[in-house]
C-alpha cells in the first residue's frame, strides 16, 4: 500500500474464533423505527467495549447483519450485489424455512455467557418498543465442540489465510470486505435418532462419531451429509464457508438443537449447499440427517463493515414532488432536478 493510500474497511469480527457461548437474535424492525435501528446499529461497537472491557481475555464480539428488506428501509442507496430473501428449497419430503420477517441478525459471541447477557440487555433497551423480536437462542459449546447428535461440527472451517478468503467480499465496491451470512435453527428427533446404532449414525453423517475421521468415498453414501455440502468451483476447487454452528436446547421440555450459522463471501455457496440437502443432488437424493433434523427459521443477511455501521454514507434525497400547476404567463421557476447516484 502506498503512502497516503486509505485504509481498507474494517470487517466485523466475522472471523473470530469460535467461543463457549453465544446468543443469536433475529428481529424486525417496525414501520417508523429505522432511525432507531440506524443509531443502535452505529453505536454497537462501543456497547460492545463497554461490556467486553470487563473481561477482555473472554473475546466478546458481535456481529450485525442486515436483510434485503430492511436494507432499503434502513439504509436506501446502493445494495450489496448479492443480498437478497433466502429462496426456499423444496424436495419431494423435506423443505426448507424462510423467515421472512427477519430484518436483523445478531450474532454475540464470548468465553463467558454472561457478557453476551448483557450486550445483549443493551441492545434490547435501545431497541425495546421499535423492534419485535422473531427467534433468540443462546447456544453453548457441547464437550469437544460436538453438536448434541454426538458428532464434532464445523471440522472443515478454513484456517489461516483462507478464513478472509472464504468470508470477505472483495468483488463488490463499495461493499467489500463485508460478508453474507446464512442462519438456521434446527431441532433434532432424539429419541429417532438414538435408536440408530452408532455405524448407522456415522453412515448419515459421514464421519466416524468418536474420531471425527472423515469416511472413505467407498464407505460414504450419497446421501451422507458431507457428501451433500461439498461445493466445487468449474475448475473442482473447493468453496469454502466458515461454520460458527452452536448446540442449545431444553431436555425438560425435550428439545435439543443446533443453530447454524455460515458466513460466505458468496450466498450462492450456502444456498447450493441447502439446495443439495433439501432437494438432492441429484434430485431425490436428499441428505439423510434431515429424516432427524427439523429447520424452525432460515434468513440471509449482509454484515456491513464495522465502518459502515459506524459511519454509513447518506441516503439518497427523496425525489422531489411534481410542480403543481401554474397560470399561463407565470414562471414556473423550477430549479434542475438532480438524482444522486452512487456508484
Request: proline fraction near 7%; charged fraction near 25%.
Amino acid at each position: 500500500m502506498q503512502a497516503g493510500d486509505l485504509e481498507p474497511p474494517e470487517p466485523q469480527a466475522v472471523s473470530a474464533p469460535l467461543t463457549r457461548a453465544a446468543i443469536f437474535l433475529m428481529v424486525s424492525v417496525d414501520a417508523g423505527a429505522e432511525q432507531t435501528a440506524k443509531d443502535l446499529l452505529a453505536d454497537l461497537a462501543g456497547l460492545q467495549r463497554a461490556v467486553g472491557f470487563r473481561d477482555a481475555s473472554a473475546g466478546l464480539t458481535c456481529v450485525a447483519g442486515i436483510s434485503s428488506a430492511a436494507w432499503d428501509r434502513i439504509y436506501g442507496g446502493p445494495r450489496p450485489a448479492e443480498l437478497h430473501e433466502l429462496p426456499v428449497f423444496a424436495g419431494e419430503k423435506h423443505t426448507s424455512v424462510l423467515t421472512a420477517e427477519a430484518d436483523l441478525l445478531f450474532h454475540l459471541r464470548a468465553e463467558r455467557l454472561d457478557l453476551c447477557f448483557e450486550l445483549e440487555t443493551l441492545i434490547m433497551d435501545r431497541l425495546r418498543g421499535s423492534v419485535t423480536v422473531l427467534d433468540e437462542v443462546q447456544g453453548f459449546r457441547y464437550f469437544d465442540a460436538r453438536d448434541v447428535l454426538g458428532f464434532v461440527d464445523g471440522t472443515e472451517n478454513p484456517t489461516g489465510g483462507g478464513v478472509n478468503q472464504a468470508v470477505l467480499v472483495d468483488d463488490d465496491e463499495p461493499f467489500d470486505r463485508g460478508s453474507y451470512v446464512v442462519v438456521q435453527k434446527y431441532l433434532h428427533d432424539m429419541q429417532a435418532w438414538n435408536a440408530l446404532n452408532t455405524e448407522q449414525q456415522e453412515l448419515v453423517i459421514g464421519r466416524r462419531k468418536l474420531s471425527d475421521v472423515e469416511l472413505s468415498d467407498e464407505e460414504k453414501p450419497a446421501d451422507a451429509h458431507i457428501a451433500l455440502n461439498v461445493i466445487t468451483d468449474d475448475e473442482g476447487n473447493e468453496l469454502d464457508i466458515l461454520r460458527d454452528n452452536m448446540p442449545f436446547g431444553r431436555p425438560g421440555h425435550d428439545e435439543f438443537g443446533t443453530y447454524f450459522i455460515g458466513y460466505t463471501k458468496s450466498p450462492a455457496v450456502i444456498e447450493k449447499m441447502l439446495e443439495n440437502m433439501f432437494v438432492g443432488s441429484p434430485p431425490g437424493n436428499y441428505d439423510r440427517i434431515l429424516d432427524f433434523s427439523t429447520p424452525l427459521t432460515g434468513a440471509l443477511f449482509y454484515v456491513p463493515t464495522a465502518d459502515f455501521l459506524e459511519d454509513p454514507p447518506d441516503a439518497p434525497p427523496e425525489p422531489e414532488p411534481p410542480a403543481a400547476a401554474t397560470p399561463a404567463g407565470t414562471s414556473l421557476g423550477i430549479g434542475s432536478l438532480r438524482r444522486s447516484i452512487r456508484s
